[in-house]
Structure formats: C-alpha cells, structure tokens
C-alpha cells in the first residue's frame, strides 16, 4: 500500500495502522519519506507519485532504505544495518 498525505492529513500513527487494516493491508514495517515543495508551494500529486514510485522501486530492488525512515506495527523505529 502506497499513500500519499499532506501534514493536514496525516493524523497519528494509529489513525494511519487504522487506515491500512480497513484496505485489508497486513504489514510488519511502514517506510515513510517526505518530499519538500518549492518556493512555498506544496508538491503536486505528479511529484509526489513519481516519488513515491521511486520508493517502491528502492525496496522491490533491494536498495538502499537508510534515506527512508522505519516503523513497526506499535510505532517504534525500525533500524537498517
């Protein structure tokens, strides 16, 4: 499951576990990233696709995951060696 949110629309970390178990979606780690505007206006739905893209493909390769932070189920920080 991919999803894109605003800071208006994020919620809690719960509200968003919440989100996924209501799509049927099972999971153990949520990669999360955030993409900055410019100029003071926010990314498009284009920009933040393409992104969001590139980190599906990061992790369907085997990439590097540093650049993305990690969570468990409970909301605690999942470190990559």
Same mark, same amino acid.
């Given at each position: 499951?991919? =999803?894109?949110?605003?800071?208006? &629309?994020?919620?809690?970390?719960?509200?968003?576990?919440? !989100?996924?178990? $209501?799509? #049927?979606? /099972?999971?153990?780690?949520?990669?999360?990233?955030?993409?900055?505007?410019?100029?003071? =206006?926010?990314?498009?739905?284009? &920009?933040?696709?393409?992104?969001?893209?590139?980190?599906? !493909?990061?992790? $369907?390769? #085997?990439? /590097?995951?540093?650049?993305?932070?990690?969570?468990?189920?409970?909301?605690?920080?999942? =470190?990559?060696?």
């Amino acid at each position: 499951m991919c =999803v894109d949110k605003t800071l208006g &629309e994020l919620g809690s970390f719960s509200d968003l576990a919440k !989100e996924s178990e $209501q799509m #049927g979606q /099972d999971w153990q780690i949520v990669l999360v990233a955030s993409i900055s505007g410019r100029n003071g =206006v926010v990314p498009d739905t284009v &920009e933040a696709e393409r992104s969001l893209q590139m980190m599906v !493909e990061t992790v $369907q390769r #085997g990439g /590097d995951l540093s650049k993305f932070m990690a969570f468990d189920r409970n909301g605690e920080p999942v =470190v990559f060696n």
